[in-house]
């Protein structure tokens, strides 16, 4: 096999004895997540084992998972050569702990370290990953998965994380292409890989039985790549996306769409038969399907499939009152090869294109380009936005909030489903409604990194 190169707190006790009081206490602090070097074996195994950033060394990050409505804590020490953070993504979380270098928290120098310790009360499909420089931190593979587990789980056999995603590799050593912001892939759609694998290796596979039923959660940690998705072998139902639970199972009839940052429940019953293979298959940059992740088929799990499975129990406030009246804001997506922007605010004056360009900027969002000092929007805890987005370029554009969810406002007025990011297409204006009801500084950006790192991000203040 070749690369192919496309464009595309510590909890403690204490004694109640004078005996046991006597002994000597040695205090423990919170559990740590190591940012560090590393080596993993991504490609073929014909190809030396690629130089990664990690944590605690391994690829993708350690697999967490806590229950609902308990706390995540945990110590980031940061052995990199550079400053680094955390954003746990998809939270509903304390501003303090969201993780943005520059906005939320300092950036965590080498050799440094820094406290996250926040309650989750959401179940469900969620990550973490770097988000100082992110398209460069990310892409070297400083992303995990944080699972938030259900009082009530559902009736499955297994419970699968596939972290899927794609890496532009040197086919010569099997080593990062750089420069990691070459202003092609800024520019255009991204930076896309050459190779594609889950769980941190190009050829996952997990050996099942027939009629076994399987949660796969699925989540999109890549740069910039939108993955196009089916089922083969496998009868599903999508039972959440980006963490939120769906009112009820919907039957995967179709591709599944899964862009950047984005996560998929699926609950699956294998009906591949014994010695066949099932497989969660994706559409190719060459137009062919090829699986993604396989699923091997060895023996039988029972005679018969079983009957749909039930919804998961929802989330608390994932109601959006207040539509109607709620306030209106438009946020225009510009810039970009091919686009029509002659230019954007940077840096507090008017600059044309050509000179953004220069600096490295492509993007923008209503005229202004990346973070400022005021905010795109200063919002009252506990309004109801409904915000509009126009996406004038030529490319998709998976657009993330922090801190909070919404619901996507179709043209009758209805609601989709609860998202914390979507996705955008040029010249298809879509709105989005969201109660703020989380205080602080929130970032709005695209999570093609690239693109947040050139100039697509904003922020807004909720108090």
Not at 146 to 152: G, K, P, Q, R, S
Request: with cysteine; net charge negative.
């Amino acid at each position: 096999m070749t690369l192919r190169m496309t464009r595309r707190a510590f909890c403690g006790a204490m004694a109640g004895t004078a005996g046991l009081a006597a002994l000597p206490v040695r205090a423990t602090g919170p559990q740590t997540l190591t940012a560090r070097v590393a080596k993993a074996q991504i490609a073929p195994p014909k190809y030396a084992p690629t130089e990664v950033w990690t944590y605690d060394g391994t690829l993708p990050g350690p697999l967490l998972r806590v229950a609902q409505g308990g706390r995540v804590t945990r110590r980031l020490v940061n052995e990199l050569p550079v400053p680094t953070s955390i954003h746990w993504h998809g939270f509903r979380i304390d501003n303090a702990m969201d993780g943005v270098a520059g906005l939320t928290q300092e950036a965590v120098p080498p050799g440094g370290a820094f406290d996250y310790d926040f309650a989750v009360p959401d179940a469900g499909t969620y990550w973490y990953h770097a988000h100082t420089n992110s398209f460069v931190q990310v892409a070297r593979g400083l992303s995990g998965a944080l699972i938030v587990e259900e009082a009530e789980a559902p009736e499955v056999d297994r419970d699968e994380v596939l972290v899927l995603d794609d890496w532009l590799l040197n086919p010569e050593d099997a080593q990062f292409m750089q420069p990691f912001g070459h202003p092609m892939s800024l520019s255009h759609g991204g930076r896309l890989g050459n190779l594609l694998g889950t769980n941190g290796t190009f050829d996952f596979a997990r050996e099942v039985r027939a009629n076994e039923r399987l949660r796969l959660r699925l989540i999109n940690a890549s740069n910039a790549r939108i993955f196009v998705l089916r089922l083969a072998g496998l009868d599903g139902w999508t039972v959440a996306l980006d963490g939120m639970p769906l009112p009820a199972p919907e039957p995967v009839e179709a591709e599944l769409i899964l862009a950047p940052a984005q996560r998929i429940d699926l609950i699956v019953d294998v009906t591949a038969e014994d010695g066949e293979t099932a497989a969660l298959v994706r559409f190719d940059d060459d137009d062919q399907w090829r699986p993604q992740a396989r699923f091997p088929v060895a023996g039988k799990a029972s005679a018969t499939q079983r009957d749909g499975p039930a919804a998961l129990p929802p989330n608390p406030n994932m109601a959006v009152p207040g539509i109607d009246s709620a306030r209106r804001l438009d946020m225009a997506i510009q810039g970009g090869a091919m686009g029509r922007m002659s230019g954007a605010m940077m840096n507090g004056r008017s600059m044309g294109f050509r000179e953004m360009a220069g600096q490295g900027q492509f993007w923008a969002l209503s005229g202004q380009v990346g973070i400022t000092d005021t905010p795109f929007a200063s919002l009252e805890r506990g309004e109801t936005v409904r915000m509009k987005l126009t996406n004038d370029t030529a490319f998709a554009h998976a657009m993330h909030l922090h801190g909070m969810h919404f619901r996507q406002v179709a043209d009758d007025g209805t609601l989709g489903p609860m998202r914390d990011t979507i996705l955008s297409y040029p010249d298809e204006p879509l709105e989005i409604a969201f109660v703020a009801d989380n205080p602080g500084k929130w970032l709005f950006h695209c999570h093609m990194l690239g693109h947040a790192a050139s100039g697509m991000t904003a922020w807004i203040n909720v108090s």
